[in-house]
């Protein structure tokens, strides 16, 4: 018996000095943070927090129902997992190791996953939070190696592990090691494909805005620059510029967290749904399924349901595609005029002017002082008039088909989440997707920055969001070490809910 006591206690501590050594980059090293925003996770909850106060046992703590949440589509399997030893690096571990973890029951086994979600989401996000991805600028670098101490160094009273047995905690250390194995791996293979970063590369009058309130971003004028892990979905590498949103009514706040509305199917409804957000995603073109170009507005809309003077006039332009919620075609336009030319065109052609954000919240953000003013709908047959007239350029007028929209609640969710990062901007950056860069000093040297307007916009948050950034520049670098850190192969199709 006591021999049994002393090989476990030997296989902990043996597992605890591999976890402190592999951790330490994550903690100490020059690239901590984006180490550490490499972790995320699936969205399958750990246990049901209002019932582990209540339980008696561990036993009745596995069989506690797990509470699911949306998950973006991040949620691919493994392969080969945890008992394959050639599987991704799994790091220094013994024969004892692996053989009782080749026998682990089927309890053990639910129980050690409920343990590591629930301390993957304290390293993400802290105990109460449910982030499933996070950016750089919001890692604590010292918490992973703090959870590791608490939880395998000892077996204190405040462990999140005290309620489990040894084999599941064993368990639970070893995915740990194994994962973070995998995101090391996973770093060094984007870090040698990634490009040189540029030093002017940051988006010029671009910055990031607090994500608490929500009332700091959720306003017209502000851009949402998407997390590299949202790669499986629609909006992979897209920046999002919200053009509307409608605030909560007193008697609907407690509406405020579901996500039961339907987006709108145009913005210039007559009724709007409290809370409901519009936007178009900015930096995407419309392409022909068939050849894979660009539309243009012609192809976009067939040339003979066209009035003359609109294919004339833009038939050419390029389509922007602005997301996956259907919508009638619509029209950003920027005026660079002097401000007296601006406000007499602009009242001639109407639509909403795009605000800019100011760093100092008792400016005001009229963007129409500004060098170019930039406004969303409006009259596109006085655009034409316009163009016609000298007034307007063709240039200054986008089209967009699609916008992407969220019912109440729903994007502040995905703040909450990760999925985003809300930023400041000029509002001319709608128009086109496009970013005006730092000029170089005198005797500055580097290369010149990459045309990539999420590139710039994720540049300009951050140095350590540009490193995130430039890692996830190539596309073809993804395998299974980039897969969610719980993204167990068995997982039941029950346990994952695709958003």
């Known amino acids: 018996m006591s021999s049994n006591n002393s090989t476990s206690s030997l ?125 750089p600028s919001k890692v604590d670098p010292n918490k992973l190696q703090r959870i590791i101490q608490r939880e395998f160094r000892n077996h204190h009273d405040d462990c999140v592990s005290k309620d489990f047995d ?36 940051a988006a010029l009058r671009v910055s990031p805005l607090p994500t608490d ?51 709108i199917p145009s913005p210039d409804r007559q009724y709007k749904i409290p809370g409901q957000t519009y936007g178009l995603v900015i930096n995407r073109v419309s392409l022909n399924e068939r050849t894979g170009r660009t539309r243009s507005l012609k ?24 997301g996956p919620v259907h919508m009638s075609i619509q ?20 639509g909403t002017m795009i605000p800019e954000i100011n760093a100092v919240e008792d400016q005001s953000p009229a963007a129409l002082y500004s060098d170019q003013a930039t406004f969303y709908r409006g009259n596109i047959f006085k655009a034409i008039s316009a163009v016609e007239n000298g007034d307007l350029d063709r240039e200054d007028v986008s089209f ?30 709608a128009l086109h997707g496009i970013c005006e860069h730092q000029q170089p000093q005198k005797d500055q040297g580097g290369k010149r920055p990459l045309t990539d307007l999420w590139l710039s916009m994720l540049s300009a948050c951050g140095e350590d969001e540009a490193k995130l950034a430039h890692l996830f520049y190539n596309e073809h670098q993804w395998d299974e070490n980039g897969q ?3 993204a167990f192969e068995d997982d039941g199709i029950d346990e994952i809910i695709i958003f």
Request: glycine share 6%.
């Open 11 to 135: 296989i902990v501590k043996r597992l605890y000095r591999n976890l402190l050594r592999t951790a330490r980059p994550f903690v100490s090293s020059p690239d901590a943070t984006v180490l550490t925003s490499l972790l995320h996770r699936t969205g399958i909850e750990d246990w049901n927090h209002d019932h582990h106060d209540d339980e008696e046992d561990t036993g009745e703590l596995a069989e506690a129902m797990l509470k699911q949440d949306y998950a973006r589509d991040l949620t691919s399997s493994y392969a080969d997992r945890v008992l394959s030893k050639d599987n991704g690096g799994v790091g220094s571990s013994d024969s004892a190791t692996m053989s009782s973890l080749r026998t682990s029951t089927d309890s053990s086994s639910k129980q050690h996953r409920q343990l590591f979600r629930r301390l993957l989401r304290e390293v993400m996000t802290g105990p109460a939070g449910y982030a499933k991805m996070v950016f």
């Open 166 to 201: 040894f084999t599941v905690r064993k368990q639970t250390a070893f995915t740990a090691l194994q994962e973070l194995n995998k995101k090391l791996a996973f770093f060094h293979k984007l870090q040698q494909a990634a490009p040189e970063p540029s030093l002017r590369q």
């Open 213 to 263: 309130p929500p009332s700091s971003y959720l306003r017209p004028g502000t851009f949402l620059v998407a997390h590299p892990y949202l790669n499986d979905t629609v909006f992979s590498k897209t920046v999002i510029c919200i053009l509307d949103h409608q605030s909560l009514r007193m008697d609907d706040k407690e509406e405020s967290d579901k996500d039961s509305a339907v987006p």
């Open 299 to 322: 192809e976009a809309f067939q040339e003979n349901m066209l009035p003359e003077r609109l294919s004339q006039t833009f038939g050419n332009a390029t389509v922007r595609h602005g």
């Open 331 to 350: 029209m950003i336009h920027s005026l660079s005029a002097a401000q007296q030319d601006q406000q007499q065109t602009s009242s001639f052609i109407g």
């Open 400 to 429: 967009y088909v699609g916008a992407s929209t969220w019912s109440p609640g729903q994007l502040a969710a995905e703040i909450a989440q990760g999925y985003w990062i809300p930023c400041r901007g000029p509002p001319e950056m």
């Open 484 to 486: 969610p850190c719980d």
